[in-house]
């Protein structure tokens, strides 16, 4: 998918009502379905899954704030950021007085709308922009939200690209918000876009589309025996801000994965900072019982920009660039952990005579000569069956590119043996 791709996607996802359950998710994961095969997972309400029980399933059909004169001054039917998530049913007639402790706005952005939930504990509640809120006399209001709140599912999807091996890459993001772009559809889009980009690759890639918090709670709690096999992984969210990538780091701290991202941002503005346990869903893949070396890839993080939990996070606040920006840093983390590797030098007494192997020459046309030769010397010399080609990488300050391009015209000459997997 190109960066348009991705942007349309995100486009078509927006209006769609999305919360932890409900049908929003469904017809979320039914569009996603027609880009890549997914396994659709339905786990009913009360089941228990690890400290947490799956909640009721919420639904809505509409909602609004009614003057006198009929006119909608609160419309779901506009935004579906206008109601509360998981909002019961109500049906009355109020004053504004009555109404205040029900209503959610910005003071300090007053133009914005914010997106609150309530999922846990049966309240109702609308949000406004402090402009409309400012403008409404004291009423009556007719107040009404049709939803359900009744025993239903809680919805999640698996898309997984088989490997030559069993080692799994998790890639998860959440589909449990509503008309947000940037966090999470651009998630969703860019994750579907690295999906159906992978073909035959080394490890296992199991992508995870599911509600936040209560959806990875959910998948490891079903999924306890094969949690095992998760050799690295990447939540994905945040992903088409003009802001610069940044990468948490998993609780491990120094994982494959963390060691891997490291490499592949220093070659573009970044920011690195280290596991915290708030966040998305890293901190319940990297809870203690589980510690997966699982870090977070985002542009801009979470709270980290105005528009963040807001209706000002729409379709034009993500740009294909970002989106696309974002998926070429993912791409080469991929690159990485399918190319990495341990090596033997054949030849470890002294510098092997490289020009009379043609080496020079059939390097010369995938990178830049000096580096390519540069590549050369340091595989050489750190391929003690000990270290790996991120080692290399790590230790050299080279592209990792150019030292598995490297390694690959080494091994072609005979100087290079390959005796373990790396990542």
Known sequence: ????????????????????????????????????????????????????????????????????????????????????????????????????PHLHTLP?????VPYRTSYYAETWGFCLSQDTLDGMDEGPYEVV??????????????????????????????????????????GIAVATALAGRLKEPRHTYRFLFAPGTIGAITWLARNRERTGRVRHGLTLACAGDPGALTYKRSRRGDAPIDRAMALVLRERPHTVVDFSPYGY????????????????????????????????DDVGFVSPQAMADTLEALWAAVEVLEHDGRYENLSPYGEPQLGRRGLYGSLGGRSDTKQAQMAMLWVLNLSDGEHSLMDV?????????????????????????RVGEGA
Not at 155 to 169: K, N, Q, S
Not at 292 to 300: D, E, F, K, N
Not at 411 to 417: N, P, Q, V
Request: aromatic share 6%; with cysteine.
């Open 281 to 312: 869903d890293e901190r319940q893949f990297c809870s203690p019982g589980f510690n997966l070396p699982v870090g977070s890839l985002t542009r801009t993080p979470y709270a980290g920009y105005p528009e963040y939990h807001t209706s000002g």
């Open 145 to 186: 939200i049709d939803s359900t709140l009744a025993d239903g599912h809680l919805t999640y999807a698996e898309h997984v690209v088989p490997g030559r091996t069993g080692d799994e890459v998790l890639i998860s993001c959440h589909v449990c918000h509503p008309s947000l772009a940037n966090d999470n559809l651009a």
């Open 1 to 100: 998918m190109t960066g348009e791709e991705m942007h349309a996607l995100v486009e078509r996802l927006y209006p769609l009502c999305r919360s932890i359950t409900g049908d929003g998710v469904r017809a979320t994961l039914e569009i996603v379905g027609e880009h890549l095969e997914l396994d659709v997972h339905e786990v009913p309400t009360g089941t228990q899954v690890l400290d947490w029980t799956i909640p009721k399933e919420w639904n809505i059909r509409d909602a609004y704030i009614k003057d006198r004169a009929g006119n909608r001054v609160v419309d779901f039917q506009r935004s579906n950021l206008h109601v509360v998530g998981y909002s019961v049913p109500v049906s009355a007639t109020m004053t504004l007085a009555e109404l205040r």
């Open 393 to 417: 990488a790590g230790r050299s300050g080279l592209p990792f590119r150019a030292v598995a391009e490297a390694a690959a015209a080494l091994e072609g000459a005979g100087l290079l043996k």
């Open 108 to 112: 300090a952005q007053p133009g914005l």
